[in-house]
């Protein structure tokens, strides 16, 4: 176990040192588009009209218009890669599948249209205990509920027979012929998907920072905030 701890804490410090040097690599191009004479943060409030407010629209609009396109282009690449890479039909995914939500919550979700919530309560039922999880896969159990911070549910499939093949092959539903989809899901060592992970996972944490700090910038940049001000204004 001392093993699997140190890859968990390795993985959520190269996540540390990734998001810190997105961090100054943001504010580098941030920096780049000051206008000259403009004196401050980004996120202060400027004068409508002055340099300062034209600086906050163009930091913006890069993220918007060039960006968020190369995070697109980036994570298209990544899982055009994923092709070079197969399912070896370990069944981990179908003998233990997790999710931050209850069987509750996720029905709740199927009810209000979220298809991923529709398509997993359809096949997964929800083991009793996590001890009766933990007996299927003790490592990768440990490796889960380590891994994310928030309270974990684990399921199963029961389409999956006693010779660990799923019955319902021919129709098992989308989200069973596309996982993983995401490059940071935490996947076992058994998994076919496992060295692809492993591979892109760098450029995919680095992608990943990347969004969350975009989102900083976006809600703490006064402008959106007046935008929506004046939205509810003209409404009214
Ligand atoms: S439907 Fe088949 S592929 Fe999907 S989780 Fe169940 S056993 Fe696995
Ligand atoms: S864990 Fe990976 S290799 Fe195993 S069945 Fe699922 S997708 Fe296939």
């Not at 913006?60 to 070896?88: A, Q, S, V």
């Not at 209850?102 to 029905?107: M, R, V």
């Not at 499939?157 to 995401?182: G, H, Q, T, W």
């Amino acid at each position: 176990m001392e093993e699997l701890s140190n890859k968990i804490n390795n993985i959520k410090k190269r996540y540390r040192d990734i998001f810190l040097k997105t961090v100054d690599a943001i504010h580098a191009r941030v920096e780049e588009i000051r206008p000259s004479g403009v004196e401050g943060d980004v996120f202060d409030k400027f004068e409508e009209n002055s340099k300062g407010k034209q600086w906050q629209r163009a930091v913006l609009d890069m993220f918007e218009n060039d960006i968020c396109h190369e995070i697109y282009r980036k994570w298209n690449e990544i899982l055009e890669y994923r092709k070079n890479f197969h399912c070896n039909g370990c069944a981990t995914c179908c003998n233990l599948a997790c999710s931050e939500f209850s069987p509750e919550e996720l029905k709740e979700k199927a009810k209000n249209g979220d298809k991923f919530a529709a398509q997993f309560t359809k096949i997964f039922v929800p083991y009793n205990s996590v001890q009766e999880a933990e007996m299927i896969y003790p490592e990768y159990l440990k490796l889960l509920s380590d891994t994310l911070d928030e309270d974990v549910y684990f399921y199963h499939c029961p389409m999956l027979d006693d010779c660990k093949r799923c019955s319902a092959y021919e129709n098992r539903p989308e989200i069973c012929r596309v996982f993983p989809d995401n490059p940071l899901s935490i996947l076992p060592e058994s998994c076919g998907f496992y060295q692809w992970r492993l591979e892109v996972e760098p450029v995919a944490l680095m992608l990943h920072s990347m969004v969350e700090i975009i989102d900083y910038y976006k809600q703490k940049i006064p402008i959106l905030e007046e935008r929506m001000a004046r939205g509810q204004e003209d409404r009214l």
